[in-house]
């Protein structure tokens, strides 16, 4: 079966950082790109972060560009956001997701189950 | 404001049809990327409904249905049931600088 479960959320001051990741099982994780995406509480989703197969590929949004750092281990099959100098507005739940299994797939599936981050004094 | 501009919600009635618009631009849908769409049930994390613009992922009834032409995409949903009550997203990406991905807003899909 496949499988994207996130770990790492909780409540970090703002100021603070916190990192994030998300173990895959159940395909080859090493040929996929993946991605970061979150969503607020009541909100939308929003992308946040994605990165190549080989991490040679590496987007942001510019909303948090300077401050998160996406990263994977292949070897551990294992994807992970840094995320630093939070601020009140990445308050969400943060999902991790596999860009589909095809050949020029650009679409998110599957999606973890999400981590919930909360930025508050 | 988000990139892809959705409808904040719709509604019908049971055995209805209802579409939402996903309406973009010359940098995303326009440009030629394709259009995919999610459905989040209440609580729980987006799932893969249409992909490609018109294509059902594996276990997706064949009520759910999409399109696309010029800057807009459409998700029709016909034979409404209950259990189709979520919040539905398009997503494509866009080649502008300061974008990759792009979601639109989301639509609450209410069932009379």
């Known amino acids: 079966e496949v499988q994207l479960v996130e770990s790492g959320g909780g409540l970090v001051k703002p100021g603070g950082s916190l990192r994030l990741s998300c173990a895959a099982s159940g395909f080859t994780f090493s040929s996929y790109s993946m991605n970061w995406v979150r969503q607020a509480p009541g909100k939308g989703l929003e992308w946040v972060s994605s990165i190549s197969s080989s991490s040679s590929y590496i987007y942001y949004a510019d909303s948090v560009k300077g401050r998160f750092t996406i990263s994977r281990d292949n070897a551990k099959n294992s994807l992970y956001l840094q995320m630093n100098s939070l601020r009140a507005e990445d308050t969400a739940v943060y999902y991790c997701?596999?860009?589909?299994?095809?050949?020029?797939?650009?679409?998110?599936?599957?999606w973890g189950q999400g981590t919930l981050v909360t930025v508050s004094s | 404001q988000s990139v892809l501009t959705q409808p904040p919600s719709v509604s019908g009635a049971p055995g209805q049809r209802v579409t939402i618009s996903c309406t973009g631009s010359?940098?995303?849908?326009?440009?030629?990327?394709?259009v995919h769409w999610y459905q989040q049930l209440p609580g729980t994390a987006p799932k893969l409904l249409i992909y490609g613009n018109s294509n059902r992922p594996s276990g997706v009834p064949d009520r759910f249905s999409g399109s696309k032409s010029g800057t807009s995409a459409s998700l029709a949903i016909s034979g409404l049931q209950a259990e189709d009550e979520a919040d539905y997203y398009c997503?494509?990406?866009?080649?502008?600088?300061?974008?990759?991905?792009?979601f639109g807003g989301g639509t609450k899909l209410t069932v009379l």
């Open positions: 997503q494509s990406y866009d080649s502008s600088l300061s974008v990759y991905v792009v």
């Open positions: 010359s940098s995303n849908i326009g440009a030629g990327y394709d």
């Open positions: 997701a596999s860009t589909g299994r095809s050949v020029g797939a650009s679409w998110f599936d599957p």
